[in-house]
């Protein structure tokens, strides 16, 4: 699946902002952070906002994450002008004032427009997402940054809370395969799931990331995979086995279960709980292994370590069989059971 294909499944703002934050290439973390400031300021309506006022939010919520999670490779290196060495610098400061230090603010209006804003809306091979969700205007101390119609609908739609713990979802993911020894694992054996908590952890270390539904309803556009409506603001949630787990558990009990790990990530959806509870043990309609395999490709189109994950659980998940695509590998797993 292309970022096209992701977008025709819902050719929306909302699919162009998801292309942005989940599929865009991640060298630091500084689109989480404008990302989040969008969201806040076009959470409240506000249709202009200065630039110094934005990079105010901006380097705070940087700030912010920072004190729990490297915001670039570890083994980066950073001038002493960086924007990440100031913020790294004044960290105590701001978090002590609940405010950006002066440097820190003066670093981010200065950096923001070359750097992250012109950056936020493009993804791999030249290409950009549909929409455009802001736009620099002014000069000097007069630059506004104006919030587009696309994103004060986005900002305020059902789906937003939702946008907002995706966006915050994705950066946790990013922070932790930054980090020394951590990163590597999640990169090279991709994560396991915490069934105690419903989080996703490095496999080495078992070190929390985030959650699973967090981190995977995007790819499947906030929507139940079982009944294919929005996952909204205060319904109750389950991590749904489209292939039921029990199956596993069934086929041990004569010796004779050859399958995939059923407990993994590729056979794990969001769904609404009600949808969740009357599915129960039966095995997933064609619809729903459609979502599925639009789901995984999706998430095969992020960077690591998500798509490390699926990428391993499709080789070599079969005995004796190469299965290349998550259509066919979804096909023989209904064939073996």
């Known amino acids: ?39 806040e300021f076009g959470r409240h309506g506000q249709e202009t906002v200065p630039l110094a006022e934005f990079a105010a939010a901006y380097s705070l919520g940087l700030v912010r994450h920072s004190a729990h999670g490297p915001q670039v490779p570890h083994a980066a290196e950073l001038s002493k002008d960086d924007f990440l060495t100031i913020a790294a610098q004044e960290r105590a400061a701001t978090l002590e004032a609940g405010h950006p230090t002066e440097p820190l603010l003066a670093a981010a209006v200065r950096s923001m427009p ?13 290409t950009a997402v549909p929409h455009t969700f802001y736009q620099l205007a002014g000069r000097g101390r007069h630059r506004v940054v104006r919030l587009t119609p696309d994103l004060l609908r986005l900002a305020q739609s059902e789906q937003a809370a939702g946008l907002v713990d995706e966006l915050g979802a994705r950066w946790s993911i990013v922070e932790s395969s930054f980090a020394a020894g951590i990163g590597r694992s999640l990169i090279e054996d991709g994560v396991t799931v915490d069934w105690d908590t419903l989080k996703i952890t490095d496999k080495r270390r078992r070190r929390s990331v985030t959650g699973i539904v967090e981190a995977t309803a995007g790819f499947q556009h906030g929507r139940c995979l079982i009944c294919g409506d929005v996952l909204a603001p205060g319904d109750a949630i389950a991590v749904d086995h489209v292939f039921p787990f029990s199956l596993m558990s069934r086929f041990d009990s004569v010796g004779s279960w050859h399958g995939p790990d059923l407990d993994a990530l590729w056979n794990l959806a969001p769904a609404h709980a009600t949808c969740n509870g009357a599915k129960s043990d039966r095995l997933p309609s064609p619809v729903e292994l459609a979502r599925l395999g639009a789901r995984n490709e999706a998430i095969m189109q992020s960077p690591h370590p998500l798509r490390r994950t699926l990428e391993l659980s499709l080789k070599g998940a079969l005995s004796g069989r190469d299965v290349p695509s998550w259509p066919e590998f979804l096909a023989a797993v209904q064939m073996a059971v």
Do not use: E, I
């Open 1 to 39: 699946m292309s970022g096209r294909d992701f977008y025709a499944q819902d050719a929306s703002a909302r699919a162009s902002w998801r292309l942005a934050v989940l599929m865009g290439l991640n060298s630091r973390t500084y689109k989480f952070a404008l990302g989040q400031a969008l969201l």
């Open 114 to 126: 070359s750097m992250v804003m012109q950056k936020f809306h493009n993804l791999r091979g030249g």
